[in-house]
Each structure stands twice: as C-alpha cells, then as structure tokens.
C-alpha cells in the first residue's frame, strides 16, 4: 500500500491529531511572530521618541537573529530531550517576559541587549516545532501540518497588524507611558500565559496522547516507524557534514531575507507613500498578509497530493521576487504598493512550508534535531541580514528602492538553488 492509498480511517486519524495539536502550536507561533515583528509597528513612533537612526533600529532589529543563531541547536536538541512541552513552555514564558521588557529601553545598548536576549530565549521554538510535528506525521503529510501551523505568520499580519496600529493611537500617553511601550507590554501577555496553555495541553509524543485510541495509535506509530526505516541512520555530527544541510540552509536563508524584508519595514514602506495614521497603516499592512493566508494552503495540499516540491517551492519565490521588482516602479503610491507587497508577501509566505518538506524526509532522529535546528539557524541569520541592510542601505540613501532590490536577488537565488536541489537531496520529486 502507497502512502497515496491510505484508507479513509487513517485520514480520519489524522484530522484528530492535527485538530488536537495544531490549535496550540499555531497560537504559540502567533505570539512568537507577533513578539518577533511588533517592533516594526513600534519603529514608528520609538525611533523618535528615543532618538534612533534606522541603521540602530535595522541592527537591533536584526540582532534578535544573532542570539537565535547560537542558540538554536542546543534548544532544539534539549527539546528532543526533554520533551517539547516542558521546553516550548519555557520558551514562551521567557521571550514573553523579555519581550514585555523592550516597552522600558531607553538606551541603544538596552534596545540591542533586550532584542538580543529575546532571540536567545526563542532559539528552537520554530525547528523544535518542526520536530515535534515528525513524532507525528510522515513525510508525504508534513506539508499542509506545517502549512497550517505556519498560517500563523500571515494571520499574525492580519490581525497583528491593525490592532498593533490601534494600541499605537489609542493608547498614548496612558498611565505615563508612550503608544510603542503599551504595544509591547500588552502584545506580551498571550505569550505568558500561553506558556499555561502548552502545559496543560500538548503532549510530549505520541504515546503521551490519552485521547488516542490504541487501533489510532499504532496507525500513527507504523506510518512514522516505516519512513524512519528508509531515512539514512545519521548521528548528530553526521547532520553537519551532509551537502544538502547546507545547501537546505543557504535556501532557508534566502527566504528569510524576504520574510523579515517585508515583517520588518512594510509599515514604514506604507507610511513612506504619505500615510500617517497607524491604525490606517495597520489595515493596509494586514492587506498581503489576507492575501497570503489565502493562497500558502492550497499550494501546501497541491504539493502533498502531487509529491512535488522542489516547483512549489521555487515558482512562490520567483513570485515574491516579482513582487519586489513591481514595487520599484513607483515608490509614492500607496495602492501601487500595497498591491506589489502582496504579491511579495504571497509569494514568500507560500514557499515556505513546503520548503520544511524537503530537509525533513531526508532527516530523522538525533540528526532531524540538529539538522533541521542548523537548517533554521543558517536560514535565520536572514533574519538579521535583512533588517540590518536594508537600515543600512536605507540611511545612506534614504530610500528603501536599494534593500527591495537585495530582498528581490535573495528570491531569485533561492528559486534557482531549489530547482538544482540534487536528487539524491530531495526526498520526493
């Protein structure tokens, strides 16, 4: 029996796994990218209260990234470990706390240390996800489980956005503090207490899932079991010495580069069109992100009923690249750019789920910790990249047309190193 011949109760099955778990880890994603991002919205009105540069807010932006970097393997590793809800808890509690600590920076050594513990205290969160979801689900499935949990980031953008432009305007000067400072105080609550909500409700593995039937269960068990027999037997250090670790986390990178492009400058990409209102800047932000939200899961279901990846991958980011190149052809129009970040938006947030599909069928065990925690950590000094040059780039020529056009070359070169992914790196077509 192909995987593609499964019967109607293993689908059933399914369904009851993915309506039990990705509830939390989706909610968990929302307030980590929310935590990860909101500092764009707070740039609006923080950089000139405190006196900030855009060079200082794109390296204190970016820096997040730096912590994350050192950190990643040994979290995700620790996670395997320990069990992810334990570990996933304590992460959430930690950037939550931290994150509600930047509402009181004053100094650009206090901006950059607050930013560059918090990445420290999210390092593994997302590849530990990615992890936790092969305890789970094989390969030929992963692609609409990851899909899903990462509806997380457009839907942060949809909602994120506009109520992150209303705390800005509504809040102001309450109790004494500034609009930026509510933002990041009140957007850190949900991170607290849902470190509570992962405790009382994620499982460990699947052996820890009471609401599992035993016939369930050991569907579940053989379909993991199975692929795991056909994945390479890699150790820890063996992760670091395969080419297409690398080459997966070159990609990753690329990608990055445009997510975090657009997570961390959209709103100021918008205000730099003439408007000026956040909550009206908030709604138009919330725009690509609608968009995006609609278009990644069903090219993540065509992606799993077909078993390709590599063209799934390759033709979004060609798209997200397209995007960036329209925006240049008119940087004062407000519908002009709305319109060409949706496309960009579109076209990076799809290609990245189904991106996960092609390092997580070729690795397993120790070596899916570290491999996929490496994978991400490469990817995610984009992270940094990205916000820092385009604050660069944006300070000595005051104008963001030059980090577009570095956002549009890094697409390019992830569409064209996915499409000469080695076969022997693929893991499916």
Known sequence: MTP???PHTDDATYRKVSWRIIPILFACYVFSYLDRV????AKLTMTSDLGFSDAVYGLGAGIFF???FAFEIPSNVILHRVGARRWIARIMLTWGLLSAGTAFVTTVAQFYAVRLALGIAEAGFFPGVLLYLTYWYPSHRSSRAVAWFMTAVPI???IGS????WILRSTHGAYGLAGWQWLFLLEA?????GAVWVLRGLPNRMADAAWLHPKEHGRLARAVLEEQRHKPAHGFADAFRRIDTWLFGIIYFSLVVGLYGIGFWLPSIIHATGVNDPLGIGLLTAVPY???????IPASLRSDRTGERRWHVAVPALLGALGFAVSLLSSHSTLWAVVSMTIATSGVITALPIF???PSARLGGTAAAAGLAFINSVGNLGGFASPYLIGLLSATTHSTRAGVVMMMCALLLAAALTIGVPAAARGSR
Request: aromatic share 10%.
């Open 156 to 158: 942060t953008g949809v």
């Open 189 to 193: 609550l949900p991170a607290v207490l």
């Open 290 to 296: 609608a968009v995006a939200t609609v278009v990644m």
């Open 356 to 358: 996960w599909s092609l």
């Open 66 to 68: 730096v912590g994350y």
């Open 4 to 6: 593609h011949d499964e």
């Open 162 to 165: 506009p109520v992150s432009g």
């Open 38 to 41: 909101n500092v764009g919205f």
